[in-house]
């Protein structure tokens, strides 16, 4: 059972990973009994599966995501929404008027207009359709106040950390609501705006980081020092996404 | 700047006008992920040849009668500035720049898993800023790692690079006036490696079937070297990330993967 | 060439086939459609000719004026070559500015010609860099049934060997068209064959189906002596290095029976 490379060895698109008995795993794929590598990534492997840790690659819409997404057009049947993906996602008026919706009355701008962000769930998509979204859960809904910023999706676990240690420490140091979706989108929504900027400066350390280790303990030590002595007292809500 | 015709393209040592062997590659020079708009780019320089490749998608397709119900479109266009050439050249695509466009897009479709997207386009855009001889070669070298920055997924790499006959001689990657002013043979081929598979093969000027078949593999030997330099191309990209994680990286991943 | 999307049913028959080395069409493997080839149809033009492969059709004229030489080339005449997909010759082929697969009908034509130096172009000289004659081979597909790079070949082969220049003079920087016609001078004779990729096997001369469900296409143009002259790879799919050459070696044989449809020795 012959592999080729070593654990985080960079591997490059075609590049031959292993022979036979193993299972391909993400970022590699299968012929001829051979795996090879489909994406620029860091080998890795356990005892039957073959993977590569893409450095870079997109998101892909699943159904049960949490996403942010940017309104892109008003329709007469509800919202076409960006999402970060190959494919744009459809909020229809039904689901976020909770009832069919009556054309000449109801006004569809007000709810979501161009360029509104919103916090919704993909409840179904497949290879003949475009994502459809709701909104109709608790927590989710248009983004009225906080910034948003964008991340490679690929990093969105370390984000959240272990049963959500990591978005949960950036919280409490920094006492703002962070919502995070899948799609490598973030919403932040602080007191003020130094609060704001100091979980972004965070999340941008994780994104560096990502690989490495110790990091939750490191990011409280960076924030810790970078506001002095503040204490905080919030205790915020927010939708945390378990992985 | 003008271009004088050289008095012999090779001499009786078999040295090239340019000082080069004749199966050397000119001097390569490439680099990924330039461009901060495009999802995934790179740039390369092959002897004088200046080229640029920008990829966007998978995305949505516009005009949408051009999806493809069961993948993604691969949509290719090879373009040359109007100063890339010795005499001006008029901005409108010309038949030869059409042709190579589709013939690149032939050349790359193979190497990409399309089948992961459908409906939507995957855009590749080739510019040549300076062109030297063997542009649709240096085009595909660069737009396969464009792709690979983007993280699309793909079977292989695809690398590309002339074979000729120069001068009653077999030789590996002409530049412009070895190709304008022999009176050989150009064959572009783009090749994946790890497959052996050809995925663009062209030819014009005249082989004898065991010249042919000689330039074919000398192409092919050429391919494979200009594959390693790829692969150099985008590790040295990513040496970085590397760099920056030294030990209990496994405990990392696991926390992350949770 | 752009695609009715066969029916899956269909194209799966056509691939099984072939992949036991039959093809729907009752042929083998290396074996071309019926051809026929029909000279001097257009008195109009200075030279015609129609080929029809199985039910592929073309038509090419062949007209010569005079004009300017290219200034890099002030002692050579010109020959160009275009093709067109006439809308009704397919469905799929829609009226407009040439798209790429008539651009690459024609520039593959034009290398089988150029480079294996069927007319040479010294000969079109009249007035050193000034005026030359003008070669202008138009390939007018009728019909499309497949194949469309070897029937075009053949036909502006046939139309080039069928072409008939007017005698002149030169006379006080005038020039004068005299009586009669000479030949144009022909010095080789290219044939193009084409494969398509199926099912890991090549099969010669493609028909529209089997053209809907290749991978891949490779066309090798062979002139009299048995030398490559162009050489063209088209489609999605991929070849081996062997399967490259064992196309050459098929399309050398192949190139010397349908060269013997046109020239007769």
């Not at chain 1, 620029?40 to 993977?51: A, N, P, Q, S, T």
């Not at chain 1, 972004?200 to 490191?218: F, K, N, P, S, Y």
């Not at chain 2, 014009?204 to 050429?222: K, R, S």
């Not at chain 3, 060439?1 to 056509?14: F, L, Q, T």
Request: one cysteine or more; hydrophobic letters at 40%; aromatic letters at 4%.
């Amino acid at each position: 059972m012959p592999i080729f490379h070593e654990k985080r060895q960079l591997v490059t698109p075609g590049d031959l990973l292993a022979e036979n008995d193993y299972i391909n795993g993400e970022n590699t794929y299968k012929e001829n009994g051979k795996i090879y590598a489909t994406r620029v990534g860091l080998f890795d492997h356990d005892d039957k599966r073959i993977f590569v840790v893409a450095l870079k690659s997109f998101y892909i819409p699943m159904v049960g995501d949490t996403v942010i997404g940017k309104v892109l057009e008003v329709t007469l049947g509800g919202w076409i929404v960006n999402i970060r993906a190959p494919y744009v996602a459809m909020l229809r008026a039904s689901d976020a008027l909770e009832r069919p919706v009556r054309p000449q009355r109801d006004d569809l701008p007000a709810l979501f207009d161009v360029g509104d962000m919103m916090i919704a769930k993909i409840v179904a998509c497949d290879r003949t359709r475009d994502p459809l979204l709701t909104v109709l859960e608790r927590g989710l809904g248009k983004v009225i106040r906080g910034q948003t910023i964008e991340i490679t999706p690929t990093k969105i676990p370390r984000v959240i950390g272990k049963k959500g240690s990591m978005v949960t420490t950036i919280k409490n140091e920094t006492g703002c609501q962070i919502i995070i979706g899948q799609n490598g989108r973030i919403v932040i929504s602080g007191k003020t705006p130094e609060d704001e900027r100091l979980a972004i400066m965070a999340i941008r350390v994780i994104e560096q980081e990502a690989h490495t280790t110790g990091l939750t303990d490191r990011v409280t030590e960076m924030l810790r020092k970078e506001k002095g002595e503040k204490s905080n007292k919030e205790v915020t809500e927010s939708v945390p996404k378990e992985t | 700047m003008s271009q004088k015709k050289p008095e012999k393209l090779i001499d009786e040592n078999d040295i090239r006008y340019d000082g080069r062997k004749l199966n050397e590659l000119r001097p390569v020079k490439i680099e990924v992920g330039i461009l901060s708009n495009a999802d995934g780019s790179a740039y390369i320089e092959q002897g004088k040849n200046r080229i640029l490749a920008g990829v966007y998608g998978p995305r949505e397709i516009h005009p949408r009668h051009q999806a493809l119900p069961d993948r993604a479109a691969l949509r290719c266009r090879y373009h040359m500035a109007p100063f890339s050439v010795q005499e001006r050249k008029s901005p409108a695509p010309s038949r030869r720049e059409l042709e190579i466009s589709k013939v690149m897009r032939e050349a790359l479709e193979p190497s990409v898993f399309t089948e992961y997207y459908p409906r939507t386009a995957i855009d590749l855009f080739v510019e040549v800023l300076q062109a030297d001889g063997g542009t649709r070669c240096a085009g595909i070298t660069v737009a396969s790692l464009a792709l690979a920055d983007a993280g699309i997924p793909m079977r292989d790499l695809v690398s590309a690079c002339a074979a000729g006959k120069v001068e009653g001689r077999l030789v590996l990657d002409m530049n412009d006036a070895e190709d304008k002013y022999s009176d050989g043979a150009d064959m572009p081929i783009a090749y994946m490696p790890n497959l052996n598979a050809v995925t663009l093969l062209q030819m014009d000027g005249m082989l004898t079937a065991e010249e042919f078949e000689q330039a074919l593999n000398i192409g092919v030997e050429g391919c494979k070297q200009i594959s390693q330099i790829q692969k150099e191309a985008l590790r040295a990209k990513y040496v970085t990330v590397k760099e920056a994680a030294p030990e209990k990286e496994e405990e990392a991943d696991k926390e992350a993967k949770e | 060439m752009a695609s009715i999307m066969a029916a899956k049913v269909r194209a799966k028959r056509v691939a099984e086939l072939i992949a036991s080395g039959k093809r729907l069409d009752g042929r083998e493997p290396n074996d071309y459609r019926e051809i026929q080839i029909e000279s001097g149809l257009i008195e109009r033009a200075e030279g015609s000719a129609r080929v029809r492969l199985g039910k592929t059709e073309v038509l090419v004229g062949v007209k010569i004026e005079i004009g300017a030489p290219f200034p890099d080339t002030p002692n050579e005449g010109v020959l160009t070559v275009n093709a067109e997909l006439v809308p009704l010759a397919s469905p799929t082929f829609e009226p407009g500015p040439p798209d790429e697969n008539s651009i690459e009908l024609a520039r593959v034509v034009d290398r089988g010609i150029r480079e294996s130096k069927v007319i040479a172009t010294d000969d079109l000289v009249i007035e050193q860099g000034k005026k030359v004659f003008v070669v202008f081979v138009d390939v007018y597909v009728l019909n499309h049934d497949g194949n469309l790079i070897d029937a075009s070949a053949l036909a502006a082969l046939a139309a080039l060997l069928n072409t008939k220049m007017f005698n002149y003079e030169v006379k006080d920087g005038e020039i004068k068209i005299k009586s009669g016609y000479k030949p144009l001078p022909i010095n080789n004779h290219p044939i193009a064959v084409t494969f398509a990729k199926i099912n890991d096997k090549l099969v010669v001369d493609p028909w529209l189906e089997e053209e809907q469900v290749m991978e891949a296409r490779l066309t090798m143009t062979i002139e009299k002596d048995g030398k490559v002259c162009a050489m063209q790879k088209g489609g999605y799919g991929v070849f081996t290095t062997q399967q490259v050459l064992e196309a050459g070696k098929i399309a050398q044989q192949k190139a010397v029976e349908l060269r013997k449809l046109i020239v007769k020795e």
